[in-house]
């Protein structure tokens, strides 16, 4: 499966908002620096949707606020 996500790092609290589109906007508390907002991405997103973080890979914009997805069952 994979989702278009849209991060917002340095939010005051962490939150997942499901667009109506599928997309998912992630607000972070995490700053943009040295991979720290992607891990805590990876981190939520896998709490999400009840996998292991290692099912989760980000397969465009590692270094992007616009982000591809990509999720294995």
Known sequence: MQKKVKV???SKQQKITEQE???L???LKSPPVDGKANEEL???????FNVPKSAIRIKTGVSSRQKLIEIED
């Open 8 to 10: 917002k790092p340095n």
């Open 21 to 23: 589109d599928g997309s």
């Open 42 to 48: 990876i981190k939520l997103l896998a709490e999400k």
């Open 25 to 27: 906007i992630v607000h």
